[in-house]
């Protein structure tokens, strides 16, 4: 899935992913990190998304990248919304090289349709187990494995999302693990004196050990078994303070 590096040619891939900055989610933030790294003289983007914010707008240019906003909704008023812009999603694709999948979901299966159609290399990258995995998506059949079975090649970030994979009967040579990236410079150790300062300026207990967990909080995250496991952490040891940080989802 490699092009020719000819002068003034650029690789151009469009992202498409369930929501993008300034809406928020785990695998719109990947793909905003994605983005804003990997930009450059040999690689142009085009994200393609939906938002719930109708102050957003349909179109712009943000992060060296254009993004296209499609409103969220039910499923009726998403083909009234949706049809009109057709013509436009098809001249993004048709112009493109890659169709890179940012997660697996209803939507999914128009890009794959259209990418297919068009000629174009299709990527998933799988964002959850039980999911969109390669064995969950199998073993529901239907429309959602007919598409997601048309990939040209699935990225797994996770060694438990390469194993779903492995289990399933997509063939072995279209897998490629590559875990997510962290950015080091702002998620690096810190001193005891730096910890205990911030504690105070967050108003945090100063002693024991604190375990913060960011993100939704819907059951795929699994929050009932953190709980579980801070409770006994707790009654074991004492001193071990929890904060949930997220939204309902």
Not at 42 to 57: K, N
């Amino acid at each position: 899935m490699t092009k020719k590096n000819t002068p003034g040619c650029k690789l151009r891939v469009v992202m498409v992913t369930g929501a993008y900055y300034p809406e928020v989610s785990g695998a719109g933030l990947q793909c905003r990190s994605l983005v804003r790294a990997a930009s450059g003289p040999e690689l142009e983007f085009r994200v393609i998304t939906t938002a719930v914010d109708r102050s957003l707008p349909l179109r712009s240019d943000e992060d060296e990248a254009t993004i296209i906003r499609l409103r969220a909704g039910g499923i009726f008023s998403v083909l009234r919304r949706w049809l009109p812009r057709l013509p436009e999603l098809i001249r993004e694709i048709s112009g493109c090289d890659v169709v890179h999948l940012h997660g697996f979901s209803r939507k999914s299966y128009l890009f794959s349709l259209l990418g297919r159609i068009l000629g174009k290399k299709i990527v998933v990258k799988m964002s959850s187990l039980g999911e969109d995995d390669p064995l969950s998506v199998q073993k529901g059949g239907g429309l959602r494995w007919l598409f997601f079975r048309k990939a040209h090649l699935y990225i797994a970030p996770s060694q438990a999302l390469a194993d779903a994979y492995r289990n399933s009967s997509l063939p072995a040579e279209k897998l490629h693990v590559l875990p997510n990236g962290v950015d080091t410079s702002l998620f690096c150790p810190t001193t005891e004196e730096e910890k205990l300062r911030l504690r105070i300026k967050l108003g945090l207990p100063e002693n024991g050990l604190a375990l913060v967990s960011l993100g939704h909080f819907s059951i795929d995250k699994r929050l009932d078994f953190l709980a579980h496991t801070w409770s006994r952490l707790e009654c074991a040891s004492g001193q071990v303070h929890l904060w949930l940080v997220g939204e309902n989802r």
